[in-house]
């Protein structure tokens, strides 16, 4: 029998036609299995966590069928309770499928601390940049008998004395002693 012969034998058609079938029968079983696990056209609405406790959002997101999942804590924000979800993704009002994660970011419990450089022996003008960089606050600036004028002589937070590698809470006030030119016990 001839390659010709066979392709338009009614036995090779026969063939094909069952071949089409079978395939549109299994994409037609495949894809209803889709719809059905996939809960196709089925949705969730994100609620809006912002500024709620850890505790809430993961109450509201297991009333809605979603997934609470922490990612980290960020800088302290003060307008925001402590250990509140201050980020959410996906934001609020999004339509997500049942069981999907919510990922939260929350507020720590205050400002990270930040370490004391050595200012000592710098003048006023270095360490008020340095210190403000850092996050710092410049609280009462006074002045003792030592020679070099404007320089720092100390450091002080709380009426001690801090020093260098000493950690602070950012935006805290940090008193300044410096010198007023004079020779200690000139006067």
């Known amino acids: 029998m001839s390659l010709l012969k066979f392709l338009t034998s009614k036995t090779f058609l026969i063939q094909i036609i069952l071949a089409i079938v079978g395939l549109v029968v299994i994409c037609f079983i495949l894809l209803k299995w889709l719809n059905v696990t996939t809960n196709h056209g089925e949705f969730e609405t994100v609620p809006d966590l912002k500024g709620k406790s850890i505790g809430v959002a993961n109450l509201e997101l297991n009333e809605n069928n979603l997934k609470l999942e922490i990612?980290?804590?960020?800088?302290?924000?003060?307008?925001?309770?402590?250990?509140?979800?201050?980020?959410?993704?996906?934001?609020?009002g999004e339509k997500v499928k049942d069981g999907r994660k919510i990922y939260v970011?929350?507020?720590?419990?205050?400002?990270?601390?930040?370490?004391?450089?050595?200012?000592?022996?710098?003048?006023?003008?270095?360490?008020?940049?340095?210190?403000?960089?850092?996050?710092?606050?410049?609280?009462?600036?006074?002045?003792?008998?030592?020679?070099?004028?404007?320089?720092?002589v100390k450091l002080m937070y709380?009426?001690?004395?801090?020093?260098?590698?000493?950690?602070l809470p950012k935006t805290s006030k940090i008193d300044l002693v410096l010198g007023n030119g004079n020779r200690p016990g000139s006067n």
């Open 105 to 152: 970011t929350l507020n720590p419990s205050g400002f990270r601390k930040v370490k004391i450089p050595n200012l000592k022996e710098k003048t006023f003008r270095q360490a008020k940049p340095t210190l403000e960089a850092l996050g710092f606050a410049i609280g009462t600036i006074t002045f003792t008998d030592y020679l070099g004028e404007n320089e720092v």
């Open 71 to 92: 990612l980290d804590s960020s800088n302290f924000n003060p307008d925001y309770p402590k250990f509140s979800v201050i980020e959410q993704d996906p934001i609020a």
């Open 158 to 167: 709380s009426g001690k004395e801090i020093k260098e590698g000493d950690e």
